[in-house]
């Protein structure tokens, strides 16, 4: 029998940057989402789920498979290859895109599960902006990273916001921004097991307003 996989949708609040997790879309043999943390953080309801119940469907649902890529685009063929993918599955392409939409700020992600022995996870550094200056405005701003480049985490305990935060740091040392929040507790529990970990920066934006710029690969062998 299939097991069932599931993707958290977060929601990046606009003027404060933080994250919440709104909701949870899991695939088994349908397709099933339910609200997470909406009404405890008075977080807004997307309108194709008005209630706090948990929705089914046989097909993912509209308002998702809308974020992704048409499958009759000339460069399916480019786009999957991006992704890793060697046809077409709307699931796999929301969580290697995190369907992210220009118009709006949810994103889905993959989590960390607690069972989990080796982790291979794909962010965006959280808070670049503010450390920069640029206000996702100024490129020129951004700070001297490149693809390619080795960073590490330090985790930060007195944060008043989130005792969990873990900072991300070039290997001399300069502040970049932060893990995103939704990580932070299963990577410090590996950090605190001794495990090993790689972080090594995938992407560098400069091209385009933005809030995101620098998306980094994180790599926690088994051993």
Same mark, same amino acid.
């Given at each position: 029998?299939?097991?069932?996989?599931?993707?958290?949708?977060?929601? $990046?609040?606009? =003027?404060?940057?933080?994250?919440?997790?709104?909701?949870?879309?899991?695939?088994?043999?349908?397709?099933?989402?339910?609200?997470?943390?909406?009404? $405890?953080?008075?977080?807004?309801?997307?309108?194709? !789920?008005?209630?706090?119940?948990?929705?089914?469907?046989? $097909?993912?649902? +509209?308002?998702?498979?809308?974020?992704?890529?048409?499958?009759? &685009? &000339?460069?399916?063929?480019?786009?999957?290859?991006?992704?890793?993918? %060697?046809?077409? =599955?709307?699931?796999?392409?929301? $969580?290697?895109?995190?369907?992210?939409?220009?118009?709006?700020?949810?994103? !889905?992600?993959?989590?960390?599960?607690?069972?989990?022995?080796?982790?291979?996870?794909?962010?965006?550094?959280?808070?670049?902006?503010?450390? +920069?200056?640029?206000?996702g405005e100024d490129c020129n701003q951004?700070?001297?990273?490149?693809?390619?480049?080795?960073?590490? !985490?330090?985790?930060?305990?007195?944060?008043?916001? =989130?005792?969990?935060?873990?900072?991300?740091?070039?290997?001399? /040392? =300069?502040?970049?921004?932060?893990?995103?929040?939704?990580?932070?507790?299963?990577?410090?529990?590996?950090? /605190?097991?001794?495990?090993?970990?790689?972080?090594?920066?995938?992407?560098?934006?400069?091209?385009?307003?933005?809030? %995101?710029?620098?998306?980094?690969?994180?790599?926690?062998?088994?051993?």
């Open positions: 029998m299939m097991s069932d996989k599931f993707l958290y949708l977060i929601w $990046k609040h606009p =003027d404060t940057r933080r994250n919440y997790t709104v909701g949870k879309l899991t695939r088994g043999l349908s397709y099933k989402f339910e609200y997470c943390e909406a009404k $405890k953080n008075g977080l807004p309801m997307i309108d194709a !789920f008005p209630n706090e119940t948990q929705y089914e469907s046989d $097909k993912l649902f +509209s308002v998702f498979s809308s974020r992704l890529p048409d499958p009759k &685009r &000339r460069d399916i063929a480019a786009i999957l290859q991006h992704y890793g993918l %060697e046809e077409y =599955d709307e699931f796999e392409i929301l $969580k290697r895109s995190g369907g992210r939409l220009p118009i709006d700020t949810y994103e !889905f992600i993959d989590p960390i599960f607690p069972e989990e022995k080796e982790i291979e996870r794909s962010f965006y550094i959280m808070g670049i902006r503010y450390k +920069s200056n640029c206000g951004l700070p001297g990273v490149h693809v390619g480049d080795e960073l590490k !985490f330090v985790p930060e305990p007195e944060n008043q916001v =989130d005792s969990s935060a873990i900072i991300v740091e070039t290997l001399s /040392g =300069d502040y970049l921004g932060y893990v995103p929040r939704y990580y932070n507790k299963a990577i410090l529990k590996r950090l /605190g097991d001794g495990k090993s970990y790689s972080c090594v920066v995938c992407e560098v934006n400069r091209d385009s307003k933005c809030s %995101e710029c620098v998306k980094v690969t994180l790599n926690i062998p088994k051993k």
